[in-house]
């Protein structure tokens, strides 16, 4: 009579399971049968955003792009970058693929800055696909040191 296997034996544990779930919702998800992953587009890429002292830093994965696949703008201390990732498929051409993750089109992200920043400091460069954007905060926003006196 044949037994029943225990979970170490068989050959896929609920984790397994779970993550195959999990690509296969996500190859739907972003195969075109729905949309919205981030801010209700298709896709859009991902960025970080770091609060230095003298500046907001930040970083957002662009591969493929170029400076002039992107723009960047600032209007009432909201950061603005849309950009469009052109597909490499050509019109009519015919490709049976066996994974399709990498996604194309326009996309805009928008951060609300928390504190002034001097509109006319930004700067921006893309280096190994990665844009990196500094933004100036205003002397207010930055802070001031009280140096304090001790009395003896």
């Given at each position: 009579m044949p037994s029943i296997p225990s979970p170490r034996d068989l050959p896929f544990s609920v984790q397994d399971m779970r993550n195959e779930?999990?690509?296969?919702?996500?190859?739907v998800w972003h195969g075109g049968l729905s949309s919205a992953p981030l801010d209700g587009q298709d896709w859009a890429p991902l960025?970080?955003?770091?609060?230095?002292?003298?500046?907001?830093?930040?970083r957002v994965?662009?591969?493929?792009?170029?400076?002039?696949?992107?723009?960047?703008s600032i209007l009432d201390d909201v950061l603005t970058i849309k950009g469009n990732k052109p597909s490499e498929r050509k019109p009519g051409e015919d490709l049976s693929f066996l994974r399709a993750e990498c996604r194309f089109g326009s996309f805009c992200r928008r951060f609300d800055l928390p504190t002034p920043v001097e509109e006319d400091s930004i700067r921006a460069?893309?280096?190994?696909?990665?844009?990196t954007i500094e933004v100036p905060k205003t002397p207010e926003a930055k802070g001031r040191s009280v140096k304090i006196?001790?009395?003896d």
């Open positions: 779930f999990d690509r296969w919702l996500d190859r960025f970080d955003v770091i609060d230095e002292k003298d500046c907001y830093r930040v994965e662009v591969p493929g792009l170029s400076a002039d696949d992107i723009d960047v460069s893309c280096r190994n696909g990665v844009l006196a001790f009395e």
